[in-house]
């Protein structure tokens, strides 16, 4: 559940933006500067998050009145294995050190729906941690790291769970909304495992922006899940991406090699915590989506 601590939303002095490469982290940026908010954003380049020196960097660089924003980190493309898990860990600890000496007036980490386990469903903020592979134990370890800093150093702390994210500028290609659109645009099919009957509750980036941008204002504390309010199959996605594109576009369905799992959020406590938010609907994303796609190339 969220506390908000600002009786009336209010935008913050600056918001220092760790992950800059990364498809939230990008988002992110473009939003709160379209609203105006100063920004500082940091690359891997600028600051390794992982290496000894950046607990002196991050002192240099933050102030008291920042709001800071945790999106770094090795996602699971980069390889679900331990290496990975003790640089994504090692990262967390530096920041903590950080905090520890230049305490932020908000922190907010961007963690995962991988905090909690596949047979849970629909998801709620109150259930317990019960992940089921490394890359969950990593956002379930951070959390706890960042906690304890936060505690330490009477930091306002705000952790988002989103599900799996898509939208322009996602480049994880994973199976779901933009790997389909990819596809349909460069092969003319879309490739679905089974009958694509398992439902996922599919996230706007532009949702998940709007979201950080209201924690912000309302400088909120507590656990929020990243939801879309709704949830499709990717058969649903699938068939939709198809009629968007405006092509013959193929819908081929490959073996099934994992057992089917439904997963979604419910998203009682996310219109508790601001009703005047409204989620993008699944056409209006992917035609966002596409739109983008389109015009790369």
Not at 124 to 146: D, K, Q, W
């Amino acid at each position: 559940m969220l506390t908000h601590l600002n009786a009336s939303p209010l935008p913050p002095a600056r918001v220092v933006i760790l992950g800059a490469r990364g498809f939230i982290a990008h988002a992110l940026a473009a939003s709160l500067q379209a609203d105006g908010i100063e920004i500082c954003v940091v690359a891997s380049r600028d600051i390794d998050l992982s290496a000894p020196t950046a607990v002196g960097r991050l002192r240099a660089l933050l102030r008291p009145e920042d709001a800071l924003v945790m999106t770094a980190g090795l996602t699971p493309e980069k390889g679900l294995n331990a290496e990975n898990l003790i640089k994504n860990v090692s990262m967390a600890e530096q920041l903590a050190q950080a905090l520890a000496a230049v305490p932020c007036r908000h922190l907010i980490y961007i963690s995962s729906e991988s905090y909690y386990g596949w047979q849970q469903s629909p998801l709620a903020e109150t259930l317990p941690p019960s992940p089921e592979e490394l890359y969950g134990l990593m956002h379930v370890t951070r959390e706890l790291i960042f906690a304890q800093a936060a505690q330490a150093s009477h930091i306002p702390y705000a952790i988002l769970r989103p599900a799996v994210i898509y939208g322009p500028g996602n480049t994880h290609n994973n199976y779901g909304p933009n790997r389909f659109i990819g596809s349909a645009l460069a092969e003319g099919k879309i490739r679905l495992f089974g009958a694509g009957e398992e439902t996922r509750d599919h996230v706007f980036i532009g949702d998940v922006t709007a979201l950080v941008g209201l924690i912000l204002r309302h400088r909120s504390i507590g656990v929020l899940n990243g939801s879309s309010g709704t949830f499709a199959s990717f058969a649903e996605v699938a068939g939709l991406v198809a009629q968007l594109c405006g092509r013959n576009v193929t819908i081929e369905y490959q073996p099934r090699t994992v057992a089917i799992t439904h997963r979604y959020s419910d998203p009682t406590e996310l219109y508790r915590s601001f009703p005047q938010h409204r989620p993008a609907t699944l056409e209006f994303g992917l035609q966002a989506t596409l739109r983008e796609m389109t015009l790369r190339g």
